[in-house]
């Protein structure tokens, strides 16, 4: 067919694509018709491609298609689905754990451009205390930060934090809803050497993991990396009780040396249950 030679267009079968009204196109070539005017269009589509009459096409708004991209709420959005739809068009398989990773960065990209830096802030003291318990948390029990042993929130516990705020503070991500939940946390260190280090990153959605780190690099912070050593110190004293340290977790009580590599006179921290891992009632002061 000649609008096909001149559309470059070769059909992969007799069988007609016929988008939906929700797909959105992009034209790869035009023909214009010396004899009817009219203008056909080979339009490729996630679920495929084909001829079609410009007159039959919607036009999309450019400025409306990033409006919807970038201010959507991310949760609603199936970029999974879609890379999957995308991927089947083009006769491609990959792996589901490539996929996962593909859209958990994909998502964090979405939420940089949609200035999610602006939620993080950074807290310290009876602050810190009070953000790791679970009932400050949008999502309770989503995630590696619903699912983290401290959730509980027992401020025996975290004392070792609370009491050293110009070594230890916490930077959390709030809530794109509201302020007064969080859906990430992460621990800072102030070391001796005038690095901060940010420690083990707790999200209620893996894609927030990245939206952590590369909060950090902008910062200039290192990321925590067990093959390195960090050095800080604490107050030079006994705490009755402890939390689950994830990195600096060898301790000299007598000098308040912390480190995560063993050192002279060095003891390690165990996290205290006691039996309290039960999550406080919501009428618990604070």
């Known amino acids: 067919m000649a609008i096909f030679r001149a559309l470059d267009y070769a059909p992969a079968s007799e069988e007609v694509y016929y988008p939906n009204r929700e797909e959105i196109g992009e034209i790869l070539s035009k023909y214009v018709s010396k004899r009817s005017g009219k203008t056909w269009c080979y339009v490729q589509f996630p679920g495929g491609k084909g001829v079609y009459d410009i007159t039959k096409l919607n036009a999309v708004n450019q400025e409306e298609l990033k409006k919807q991209v970038f201010q959507t709420r991310r949760q609603d959005v199936r970029i999974g689905r879609l890379v999957r739809v995308i991927l089947q068009a083009n006769g491609l398989n990959l792996p589901d754990a490539q996929i996962e990773t593909f859209v958990n960065e994909f998502r964090s990209i979405l939420s940089i451009l949609n200035d999610v830096f602006s939620r993080f802030e950074i807290v310290e003291g009876e602050q810190l205390g009070f953000w790791y318990n679970r009932r400050n948390y949008q999502f309770p029990h989503q995630g590696s930060l619903g699912s983290s042993c401290q959730a509980v929130g027992n401020l025996d516990w975290l004392e070792i934090y609370i009491d050293n705020p110009d070594t230890v503070k916490l ?116």
């Open 171 to 286: 930077l959390i991500l709030k809530s794109e809803d509201t302020d007064d939940k969080i859906v990430g946390r992460a621990l800072l260190w102030y070391l001796e050497d005038g690095d901060v280090m940010m420690d083990q990153i707790y999200v209620s959605k893996q894609s927030d993991d990245n939206v952590f780190k590369e909060y950090a690099r902008s910062k200039g912070w290192k990321i925590k990396n067990y093959n390195d050593t960090y050095v800080a110190y604490v107050k030079a004293k006994q705490y009755d009780e402890y939390p689950s340290v994830d990195t600096m977790n060898l301790w000299d009580p007598t000098t308040g040396k912390i480190s995560n590599k063993n050192f002279p006179g060095c003891r390690r921290i165990v996290w205290t249950q006691d039996g309290h891992d039960e999550d406080w009632d919501e009428d618990d002061d604070w």
